[in-house]
């Protein structure tokens, strides 16, 4: 899942890809709905940024 989770964010900041990026984040959320970043952000609340 930590993988998974870091896929989301080489797309996002690596590669400018938000599609891939929200892809990556909702397994992530699929696996664990409160599932959070090393920072303690909830990976749902990413989700939701991005879809604005």
């Keep these: 899942m930590t993988a998974r989770f870091n896929m989301g964010v080489v797309y996002l900041h690596d590669l ?5 990026a929200l892809k990556a984040w909702k397994v992530v959320l699929s696996i664990d709905p409160d599932a959070k970043t090393p920072t303690g ?6 989700v939701s940024e991005l879809e604005k």
Excluded at 16 to 20: A, D, K, R, S, V
């Design 16 to 20: 400018g890809n938000t599609t891939e």
């Design 41 to 46: 952000q909830p990976v749902a609340e990413l």
